[in-house]
């Protein structure tokens, strides 16, 4: 009787779910939908076996209006068949090119290349499909006024290349192919999105006005950088120039620093620093804003390898001052860590020796609230204790890099971080840190002897 009765439910879930899949409306722009209800429902029945549930939401996972709430609840259940049922809709062959989009978002977002039960070989497969999608129409798609948030496949390719938008650690290897760069090249003056007549519970502006952005646009120089085709360089140097988007620009020297030849970086950098910037409405857009791209630029000689990026991690590039709070001043250290991760190079002294200089971070490492203030927004307060274990694994990060590029010089400095810091951690690696610049400075005298 119990295996009859879990059978008819199973069989009345279907249906309702049958029914959604021709296309239920939304009640409300401000609550959950009669189709995300019903594929809940599903999700929380107490008389259906994990089997049964999958099942049920099988037809949702096909259907436009339900599939990603499906198979994102698929995916809590079982994982590797969720991935199998997404193939299985991308394959299909009356799946429409947004749909295939879709599915190829969903299957590469959030480093699924690497979980178990990921089809091997998709990957290779998306790409070739992607690829074809932008040479045969991607452009015309892509210059339209699209609302936000609008699936394209060069917007799909853009965000890929930027690991933007949920994408993450995908190889970008089988995407590349050099007879997309003119069509890039001409994306990169794709119209701003427009406000979509479906906002939500989150209202930013009137259906139809002008975002003032383009989110995928603004990954496009991303891209280029990564073909690494000198037929860029002319159209990212006017974007650079002159472009309203401010991410947009930033990303273009981003692009410049990796694909500029090398004698011509000093060059640009001095036309950097010395331009003036304004923005749509003629007004300068912010007397910093050529520090803040002369940042990214040296992430891109960094990204190519070349050491003379270090000169641009300096604070005074930042688009943190470093007068701000806390979180500010841990971001602001924190992200340059990430982009020198792994560099060998003498030139990260100098780095180092001008953040140690900095009071508001040699505060960080001591946890000295004197020298950096908490974030205290009266709802929430961002203070030492919530920021510890960060700090303690940038001091970490420091002293790796330290160790490893034998910047002996700086012993001194760590020693005294790691007698004054209110941070057991830090100070016990400190401690070590200064104890190898010690040993690998006495090695270098014996060795002068």
Not at 92 to 103: D, E, I, V, Y
Not at 104 to 115: A, F, N, T, V
Request: some cysteine; aromatic content about 8%; glycine content about 10%.
């Amino acid at each position: 009787m119990h295996r009859k009765r879990a059978l008819a439910a199973v069989i009345v879930v279907v249906m309702g779910l049958g029914v959604l899949a021709w296309g239920d409306v939304v009640s409300s722009n401000y609550g959950p939908s009669a189709a995300y209800q019903k594929v809940i429902a599903v999700v929380k029945s107490t008389e259906l076996s994990k089997d049964q549930k999958l099942a049920a939401l099988t037809g949702p996972a096909s259907a436009e209006e339900t599939r990603m709430t499906a198979l994102y609840q698929m995916e809590l259940l079982d994982p590797a068949k969720t991935m199998q049922a997404a193939v299985g809709v991308f394959r299909a062959k009356g799946s429409s090119r947004l749909t295939k989009l879709g599915m190829g978002h969903y299957m590469l977002e959030r480093g699924r290349p690497g979980k178990e039960g990921f089809p091997k070989g998709f990957v290779k497969e998306f790409a070739g499909y992607l690829l074809g999608e932008i040479l045969d129409g991607g452009q015309k798609e892509f210059l339209r006024t699209l609302p936000e948030r609008s699936m394209t496949a060069v917007g799909e390719y853009a965000y890929l290349a930027s690991h933007f938008d949920g994408y993450k650690g995908v190889d970008f290897a089988p995407f590349k192919d050099a007879r997309l760069v003119p069509i890039l090249v001409k994306c990169l003056d794709a119209p701003d999105n427009i406000y979509s007549e479906n906002q939500q519970s989150c209202m930013r502006g009137k259906p139809g006005e002008s975002t003032g952005r383009n989110t995928a646009r603004q990954q496009i120089p991303v891209a280029l950088a990564l073909l690494g085709d000198a037929r860029a360089i002319k159209a990212l140097r006017r974007v650079l120039d002159g472009h309203h988007d401010w991410y947009e620009r930033n990303n273009a020297a981003y692009a410049l620093g990796m694909l500029e030849p090398r004698g011509d970086h000093a060059k640009l950098a001095a036309s950097m620093r010395a331009r003036k910037v304004t923005g749509a409405n003629g007004q300068l857009d912010g007397a910093n804003d050529r520090y803040h791209h002369l940042y990214a630029f040296g992430r891109g000689l960094l990204a190519r390898g070349d050491d003379a990026g270090i000169e641009f991690m300096a604070f005074e590039y930042s688009i943190y001052a470093s007068r701000d709070g806390l979180s500010e001043v841990a971001y602001m250290l924190e992200e340059r860590l990430k982009v020198l991760k792994g560099v060998k190079s003498v030139k990260l002294a100098g780095f180092f020796k001008q953040a140690f200089a900095n009071e508001r971070v040699t505060g960080l490492l001591l946890m000295d609230k004197a020298k950096v203030k908490v974030d205290d927004r009266g709802d929430s307060v961002y203070d030492f204790t919530r920021a510890g274990p960060r700090i303690e694994g940038m001091f970490d990060s420091i002293c790796g890099l330290i160790e490893a590029n034998g910047l002996t010089s700086l012993r001194a400095t760590i020693g005294q971080i790691a007698r004054r810091s209110a941070s057991k951690v830090i100070r016990r690696r400190g401690e070590q840190c200064a104890a190898k610049l010690k040993a690998k400075g006495e090695r270098r005298a014996a060795g002068d002897r």
